[in-house]
């Protein structure tokens, strides 16, 4: 198994652009987590799926962010338009079952000027 | 409020040396535990869990933890810290019930010597 695969790796932006992340969870998996990793934060849940539906949103920082799920195998992560304080790591992870193991991808790294 | 908590932003520890990274919860009910680590510029990687049973998880690496549930704690334990142990460790709980995902602890940096 591929693991969760996460697209792009690094994105480099400037303030007003849209940005679009990419993620790919495990075949089979039901639940889709996307995170945000910043020094001063640490790890933030931002949204999670199950079965393609948006359970909770309520971490997802403002209208900017948006998420999608279209199918099983991929969701995208917007952020519309960018701004600087929105520079960090984001995380993709999928598990079978919301109490189970998450698996996580390496991360797209944002950087916003 | 459902928590987790990672006492100490880091540890360290000379190599050879015993190394615990301790964790603590607040949750009710019966809760799902686990370790992940994070090496530099990847992502997290699960190394344990406790979902029931003995209380002594063994996980990658070497590494084991210790459920308490009097203490409500969760600490990652190593009899042997390497050099290759430093990275970022975070404990995660699950409450274990309906629309409640992981709650993540702040992470607690370790710090292997030669």
């Known amino acids: 198994d591929a693991g969760v695969i996460q697209s792009p790796r690094h994105e480099v932006t400037e303030m007003g652009q849209e940005v679009t992340l990419r993620c790919k969870p495990i075949?089979?998996?039901?639940?889709l987590f996307w995170y945000r990793q910043t020094m001063m934060r640490g790890l933030e849940l931002l949204i999670y799926f199950n079965n393609n539906v948006p359970i909770d949103d309520s971490g997802m920082p403002e209208d900017r962010f948006s998420a999608k799920m279209p199918n099983a195998s991929f969701s995208t992560l917007k952020i519309q338009p960018s701004e600087p304080r929105d520079s960090a790591v984001y995380f993709c992870a999928s598990s079978l079952g919301l109490a189970k193991t998450q698996y996580f991808g390496p991360g797209t790294r944002l950087l916003v000027l | 409020a459902q928590s987790v908590a990672q006492p100490e932003d880091q540890v360290n520890v000379a190599e050879g040396n015993p190394l615990t990274v301790k964790c603590t919860y607040s949750v009710s009910g019966n809760p799902y535990l686990f370790w992940y680590v994070q090496y530099p510029n990847r992502g997290l990687q699960f190394l344990l869990k406790?979902?029931?049973?003995?209380?002594l998880v063994k996980g990658s690496y070497g590494f084991e933890a210790e459920f308490n549930k009097s203490q409500t704690s969760f600490h990652l334990k190593k009899p042997s810290a390497l050099v290759s142990d430093s990275a970022l460790y975070f404990c995660?709980?699950?409450?274990?019930?309906?629309?409640?995902?992981?709650?993540f602890g702040k992470g607690t940096t370790l710090s292997v010597s030669s």
């Open positions: 075949s089979g998996h039901d639940y």
């Open positions: 995660a709980v699950s409450p274990n019930q309906a629309g409640t995902a992981l709650i």
């Open positions: 406790y979902i029931t049973g003995d209380n």
